[in-house]
């Protein structure tokens, strides 16, 4: 820990405010937090977005009508590091793109908590050679920066930044590249994994080092406990082993997330197989229980690994306390499965063969993590194929049994609105055709598409959807970011194909900006990313 209250982060967090109300107000210069500087003004308890997806099911939906998207009333830098991070990643996909996994801001009541980055990059020159050849730079070198954990008020019309938690969390490690992104890689070819806190029990709780998970007081930004389940599990190297995804919070409040135990780091992780991984149960008391992957998911062919989790998944929990995951053979993500287990004594249901139905496979380039949906089946977004495409999104009820799937699902957490006794699935669906915002019912048919027209002579077929989650508002309205580097508002009350949304507004950059997710505050304004900001729109 290098400071437990107030620690300046993410390059000092430099903060763009404007006022609210009819595009007036100022702009202030950079906000920088550092330790005891002033007094954090009484945190919120009012949970709004408290977790990936909003809540454990992962619906991407709040109770909530959203503003519309007409002022700009924050744009945040939360990482410093993007155009160096971009630059790298141009050797190997022949442009410089975003592959970090970015967080989606919490929100709670008048306040907002996001990720900050800190410390210093790695530029691969002539004396390190590129980290596609193994060169200690770059992504193979990302454990130089520093993840932080920063709460942000409302102060009248302007958002200020009262802490910053500095985590000891670090990414798992890129690997060998071996030219092959997808998954049969060796490796995470770049693909930052997210580093992503939950809300529960008026605390926020940040991953840490080693399996371990901090209990961060909303109020001061300092550490009331740092929980490790793994401190009497034998044979845990702590230096080996990974909070692996998002913290995900039940309506109990307890905590559930994945951890990894590579193997030593003077070999290569990603060709040796792991030591052991592990589901994790925090209980608002601090109590902890687990579950080895090796026993949810028995029985298996390990030729190629022993089953483990995918890195960026967060855990669903559904209303009736089922939990959600998936598993992968470490080195094949075509072995690979969903499972279902009870929560509260971390046994399985059932395990589900993806690759049984001949359209799966988990890799961990990808965030796709499992919706609840609210008939209590689950709904997961997959690859299948070759390489890198579409993939599908598979559905599955609450036994483990295939029902269907639609041919989308690469990097995507569906998001559902419940309306008039059913409920819709909303969702990414970029081809080579076109790029649509897709709705479907609940057979997973198409109630309406959303297509982007943004056309230029590199973008003959308009521009992708960089999210790897909508936001949903109470009316239905979605909420979602396009490669040409505006967020839109698209309207219910459509049927087939329509191009016009409700509103758009740019953000900060077009093209190469990384998949982001969105979410939506108590007072409808919308927390939004792009290009390394957290920028906040509304009416």
């Known amino acids: 820990m290098c400071c437990a209250l107030l620690a300046a982060c993410g390059g000092g967090g430099n903060t763009t405010n404007t006022g609210g109300g009819g595009g007036g107000g100022t702009t202030g210069g950079p906000f920088v937090a550092s330790c005891g500087n002033g007094t954090p003004v009484p945190a919120s308890n009012q949970p709004v977005w408290a977790q990936w997806g909003s809540n454990s099911q992962h619906t991407g939906a709040v109770n909530v009508a959203a503003q519309g998207l007409a002022h700009t009333y924050a744009d945040i830098t939360y990482d410093p590091f993007v155009e160096q991070e971009k630059a790298a990643t141009a050797s190997v996909y022949f442009e410089p793109i975003l592959t ?61 930044q009262q802490w910053s938690f500095e985590s000891d969390w670090k990414p798992e490690p890129n690997g060998e590249y071996n030219g092959v992104p997808g998954y049969s890689s060796l490796g995470l070819a770049a693909w930052e994994p997210v580093f992503h806190p939950a809300l529960a029990n008026n605390f926020l709780y940040v991953p840490g080092a080693g399996g371990t998970v901090w209990k961060v007081d909303k109020n ?80 298996v062919p390990t030729t190629n690994g022993s089953q483990r989790p995918g890195l960026n998944i967060a855990p669903a929990i559904g209303p009736d306390g089922t939990l959600y995951t998936a598993s992968r053979a470490h080195m094949d993500g075509t072995q690979t499965y969903l499972v279902s287990l009870n929560s509260q004594t971390m046994t399985a249901n059932w395990a589900a063969s993806l690759s049984a139905s001949g359209i799966a496979a988990v890799v961990d380039e990808a965030s796709s993590s499992p919706t609840v949906l609210p008939d209590g089946s689950v709904l997961y977004g997959v690859l299948s194929g070759l390489g890198f495409n579409g993939g599908h999104s598979v559905h599955f009820d609450a036994a483990g049994k295939f029902l269907n799937s639609y041919s989308f699902g ?64 109470s009316s239905g309205n979605v909420y979602v970011n396009s490669e040409d580097g505006n967020v839109y508002e698209i309207p219910q009350g459509h049927t087939g194909v329509f191009t016009t949304p409700t509103g758009k507004t740019f953000l900060n950059a077009s093209v190469g900006a990384a998949y982001t997710p969105l979410s939506i505050g108590q007072d409808g304004r919308i927390y939004t990313q792009n290009n390394g900001h957290m920028i906040v729109v509304g009416n």
């Open 410 to 473: 690469w990097d995507e957490t569906p998001a559902v609105w419940t309306h008039d006794g059913t409920y819709s699935i909303v969702l990414k669906d970029n081809s080579l055709v076109g790029f649509f915002m897709t709705q479907l019912d609940a057979n997973l048919n198409v109630e309406w598409r959303f297509q982007n027209t943004t056309i230029d002579s590199g973008h003959p077929n308009g521009y992708e959807w960089c999210i790897n989650m909508a936001a949903i508002d």
């Open 220 to 299: 001061t930004g300092a550490s009331v406990a740092h929980i490790n389940p793994l401190s009497g599990v034998a044979g845990v190297v702590p230096a080996n082993t990974y909070v692996a995804g998002p913290l995900s919070a039940d309506s109990n409040g307890s905590i559930f997330y994945n951890a990894i135990q590579f193997a030593d780091h003077a070999d290569n992780v990603w060709a040796n197989d792991v030591v052991n991984s592990w589901l994790i149960a925090v209980a608002p008391d601090d109590s902890t229980r687990l579950v080895t992957y090796a026993t949810l998911v028995q029985g």
């Open 100 to 160: 970090v996994h970015e967080q989606a801001p919490v929100t709670d009541g008048n306040d907002v908590y996001m990720e900050m980055k800190k410390g210093s990059y790695t530029k691969c020159d002539a004396s390190t050679g590129d980290w596609s050849n193994g060169g200690p730079c770059g992504p193979n070198a990302w454990n130089s920066m520093g993840w932080c954990e920063a709460r942000f008020t409302w102060v009248g019309s302007t958002l200020t």
